[in-house]
């Protein structure tokens, strides 16, 4: 950028050098032109004026002297009869000069008083400046000289265009640096310094860079959030690893009494299920993090697959007494429908989970301004409201050991809440410590 900002800064001092002098050069040429003609008409007024023509006697030698000794530096003059032919020229040898009738400065002499050219002869790449005046007697008067052209202008100040030319560069990139230094110094503290929102920037750039730091955030807190992840799910699986390896080793060492060894093949498979359970939610949360909903779903009936969950659960809810009541008529919503069995399954299974003995869960299914809801209300234990939002955290649990003693594994409402994301679906979470918890997920 530094580079770039520099190049473009030396590029326009360059066309704005090269423009302003072609621009200089030419007002100045103009000048100069109308200066060298000023001159020429001021010397043809001061011949005239000091009488010195017409040439009264052209046959006396020392008054053709005289003239001739009227010379001033690259100034020719030449005299003319009213018929074109030369008369006397300082310069030159009039014998061998051709009739002047036809040379412009002349005939405008002839016919309005004064005539004036420019003539350009490239073999000298000289301008010769014409002044031609018409005398008294009908005779004209030409006054001429040479000077540079315009190319010839250019070309003699080439030497010190090259030298502005370099010295303004110079300061463009030292200016350039100095410019792109100080520009550049905000971004690159903040660079430097991206967490802290102290850190001043341009105005213009404070979109891009709050987009920039709530970017920087969301990925510290993503990476935060696996490293925790991947620390509980360790821990985790220590547990139930740790248990089987310890009734192993006392199945390895004979230290189980007689009779005992059902039992401990018996905590060996629960423990072995845990692992299994746990296993498979992590596999389930994976698989949701690449899920694409618009990809995979289906008309599904949300009332249907709640049946069919209920009818699932029946068995683990009957061995604690629990009811469990549904509600509702058939409603279609589009999704994929394992996906929806696995939220209405992990929905019932807490309701179930965290109720008391002979308590109630009741399902219903059911449509509130448009939108397909589905409520799972239990009579349970309720949650402590500080940690109703925390429930949907990926391990989080309010009673450890009634989870685990539960075979929950602490990531289903994760799960809920990650496949309701999915299919953008509001969850609301209600509940009444000793009285029960009631979630509404409205599709
Ligand atoms: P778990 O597998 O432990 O049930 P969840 O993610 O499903 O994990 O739930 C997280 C925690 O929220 C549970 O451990 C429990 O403490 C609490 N919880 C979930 N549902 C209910 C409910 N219906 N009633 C009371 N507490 C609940």
């Known amino acids: 950028m530094k580079k770039k900002i520099n190049t473009q800064l030396s590029l326009i001092a360059l066309v704005a050098i090269l423009t302003t002098i072609i621009g200089i050069t030419i007002v100045y040429y103009e000048l100069f032109k109308k200066q060298v003609m000023d001159d020429l008409v001021q010397n043809a007024e001061l011949l005239i004026a000091t009488d010195a023509f017409p040439i009264t006697n052209m046959e006396d030698e020392t008054s053709a002297e005289k003239y001739k000794g009227l010379t001033i530096e690259n100034l020719r003059i030449t005299w003319i009869d009213k018929n074109g032919n030369v008369l006397f020229d300082n310069d030159a040898d009039i014998s061998k000069m051709e009739n002047h009738i036809n040379r412009p400065e002349v005939h405008q002499a002839i016919d309005r008083g004064e005539g004036k050219t420019t003539r350009h002869s490239d073999t000298m790449n000289m301008d010769t400046f014409y002044y031609a005046v018409l005398l008294e007697d009908g005779s004209v008067l030409r006054v001429s000289t040479e000077a540079s052209t315009k190319l010839n202008v250019i070309f003699n100040a080439i030497p010190v265009i090259v030298i502005i030319v370099i010295v303004i560069l110079m300061g463009c990139v030292f200016i350039g640096h100095f410019l792109t230094g100080q520009l550049m110094r905000p971004l690159e503290n903040m660079a430097e310094n991206l967490t802290d929102s102290t850190t001043p920037v341009y105005k213009e750039l404070e979109p891009f860079v709050n987009k920039i730091r709530s970017q920087h955030e969301g990925i510290l807190a993503a990476a935060k959030s696996r490293q925790d992840f991947t620390a509980n799910v360790s821990h985790e699986l220590k547990t139930p690893i740790t248990a089987i390896s310890g009734y192993a080793e006392l199945i390895e060492n004979n230290m189980v009494e007689e009779g005992g060894q059902v039992r401990i093949a018996g905590q060996i498979r629960h423990n072995a299920d845990r692992l299994l359970s746990i296993v498979n939610d992590i596999i389930q949360l994976s698989e949701l993090d690449s899920f694409e909903p618009?990809?995979?779903?289906?008309?599904?009936?949300?009332?249907?697959?709640?049946?069919?969950?209920?009818?699932?659960?029946?068995?683990?809810?009957?061995?604690?007494?629990?009811r469990i009541i549904c509600k509702g008529s058939p409603t279609t919503i589009k999704a994929d429908k394992t996906l929806i069995r696995e939220m209405v399954d992990n929905l019932v299974q807490n309701g179930i989970r965290y109720n008391e003995e002979l308590g109630k869960v009741e399902v219903y299914v059911k449509v509130e301004?448009?939108?397909?809801?589905?409520?799972?209300?239990?009579?349970?234990?309720?949650?402590?409201?500080?940690?109703?939002?925390?429930?949907?955290?990926?391990?989080?649990?309010?009673?450890?050991?009634?989870?685990?003693?539960?075979?929950?594994?602490?990531?289903?409402?994760?799960?809920?809440?990650?496949?309701?994301?999915?299919?953008?679906?509001?969850?609301?979470?209600?509940?009444?410590?000793?009285?029960?918890?009631e979630i509404v997920v409205s599709f």
């Open 294 to 322: 618009q990809r995979n779903y289906e008309i599904i009936d949300l009332y249907g697959i709640v049946k069919e969950s209920i009818n699932d659960l029946k068995h683990m809810a009957e061995n604690k007494g629990i």
């Open 369 to 437: 301004n448009n939108h397909p809801i589905l409520v799972v209300k239990d009579t349970g234990i309720g949650i402590p409201s500080d940690q109703q939002d925390r429930v949907f955290e990926r391990f989080y649990r309010v009673d450890k050991s009634r989870s685990r003693e539960t075979g929950g594994t602490g990531l289903g409402l994760a799960i809920v809440k990650h496949i309701a994301e999915l299919y953008s679906a509001d969850i609301k979470l209600n509940s009444t410590l000793g009285q029960g918890t």
